[in-house]
């Protein structure tokens, strides 16, 4: 048992040391994956444990203000990456059939190499929509699909940065960045509250977008499949596999709001029906049944009863 240890304590080394890049070996965060580890499932407890625990006998917090600034940050964080993505690779000189990683001290590897590390940051930086829904007591928003989406997501990036920071993958997060500048414009006009929901028309097809998204990340990953490429295949194989696997996650979330299979009625207790070709759901608000229109969605959506439209 003990030499099984040392076996297993031997091949970490060898992997960390031998293995993984050596030009971001000493960059922050980078040095072992334990942090990020512990980051992570220290984040799915407190999403489903912790946080609405502390927030179990308080007032939901109004943040309102905070939520226009933060998703205005987001937007601009990420379309500064997407830039750099471009500016790196993807506007030129990167190949979408098969791009190997440039490990070399070059200016432009370089500078993909710290793209990908600050969108590893990102990953980090989006914990935030999770804080605000429990902030606001807005469990019922912190579902399993939110959690897997943000819990996962630095650990993988983590590793394409310890290993492969640049080459083929990265169209992974080229995409992604793209569509949290979308999506992160969303949220942000729609904490802005009602009078602006007119301008949020398209919330149906942003969920489309993002499993577009999903479905262009796994055809890009597994064409590698079938052509020579020297790119590492256990990094093209774990993208893929993410795409695949969101995909059906936002699947479900679409039909669920969108079909008519899939939508929910009005229930006694105040439960929501999406509105038909419209940005916001409709909800049974009290007693009175007085009508309140808010909008709603996986990421931060703003749904304050405060600042909604009552009919």
């Not at 293995?19 to 799915?44: E, H, Q």
């Not at 807005?138 to 699909?145: A, D, F, H, I, W």
Request: charged share 15%.
């Amino acid at each position: 048992m003990a030499q099984l240890v040392l076996n297993i304590i031997d091949s970490y080394h060898d992997i960390m040391d031998n293995k993984s890049d050596a030009r971001v070996n000493g960059w922050p965060m980078l040095s072992s994956p334990f942090p990020t580890l512990f980051i992570c499932l220290f984040y799915a407890y407190f999403a489903k444990i912790l946080g609405p625990r502390l927030m179990e006998n308080r007032k939901p917090f109004q943040l309102r203000k905070l939520l226009i600034v933060y998703n205005a940050i987001q937007t601009v964080f990420s379309a500064w990456i997407f830039y750099e993505y471009m500016m790196s690779g993807w506007g030129g000189s990167y190949s979408l059939k098969c791009q190997p990683v440039d490990y070399s001290n070059s200016p432009m590897a370089l500078r993909m190499a710290r793209t990908c590390w600050w969108y590893y940051i990102s990953k980090f930086t989006e914990f935030f929509d999770t804080l605000f829904f429990i902030l606001r007591k807005k469990n019922q928003q912190v579902s399993t699909l939110h959690v897997i989406h943000h819990g996962c997501m630095p650990m993988s990036v983590w590793m394409g940065m310890k290993f492969a920071p640049g080459g083929h993958s990265t169209f992974f997060a080229l995409l992604n960045t793209f569509v949290h500048i979308v999506m992160y414009f969303y949220y942000m006009v729609s904490a802005m509250g009602p009078k602006y929901q007119k301008y949020i028309w398209w919330k149906k097809y942003l969920t489309s977008f993002q499993m577009l998204q999903f479905v262009c990340i796994f055809i890009h990953q597994f064409q590698l499949l079938f052509v020579e490429c020297n790119y590492p295949k256990s990094f093209m194989i774990w993208i893929g596999l993410h795409g695949v696997m969101f995909l059906f996650l936002f699947s479900d979330f679409y039909k669920s709001k969108y079909t008519s299979n899939g939508k929910r009625r009005p229930t006694n207790d105040g439960g929501c029906m999406p509105v038909e070709g419209a940005s916001y759901s409709k909800c049974s608000s009290n007693e009175h049944d007085n009508v309140v229109y808010y909008s709603n969605g996986i990421v931060n959506g703003f749904k304050s009863t405060e600042d909604a439209k009552t009919k």
